[in-house]
């Protein structure tokens, strides 16, 4: 189960589900979202209600920079809501799974030469001099 748990929180792993995540899942209700209720608040401020009915015309070409700013702002909404609740929580996961408890200490420094002896040893290897032992 470790080895699996392992599995899931590396890199590809994770890169791949925020990518299906952002196509299936964000695409979706955060177009709704853009359409719905952002579009409307900047029309607000802006005065124009529909941004894809922004369009110039040159030699019969038509450019419909309206449509494309309604997907930037989706593209803009989609990156924060997979950073904020897919990128974030899965770092600080993976930044949990990484701190071990540190294990029992085995060794202790002599306070006289400061080289590492046993943890219960009474006398320094190395200086001769006395340490006390653990408690």
Not at 10 to 39: K, S, W
Not at 89 to 101: H, Y
Not at 102 to 113: F, I, L, N, Q, S
């Amino acid at each position: 189960m470790k080895d699996f748990k392992q599995f899931l929180l590396r890199g590809n792993v994770v890169d791949l589900a925020v990518g299906i995540v952002i196509g299936a899942a964000f695409g979706a209700v955060v177009t709704a979202l853009v359409a719905d209720l952002i579009t409307p608040i900047i029309a607000a401020i802006i005065g124009k209600p529909d941004f894809s009915a922004l369009t110039f015309t040159i030699h019969k070409s038509t450019f419909k920079y309206g449509d494309f700013i309604n997907v930037v702002i989706a593209f803009v909404a989609i990156a924060v809501a997979i950073f904020f609740f897919v990128v974030k929580p899965v770092n600080a996961m993976t930044q949990r799974a990484r701190k071990e408890p540190p294990a029992d200490p085995t060794t202790k420094k002599c306070r006289e030469c400061l080289s590492e002896i046993p943890i219960e040893a009474r006398r320094c290897a190395f200086c001769t001099s006395e340490v006390a032992p653990a408690a």
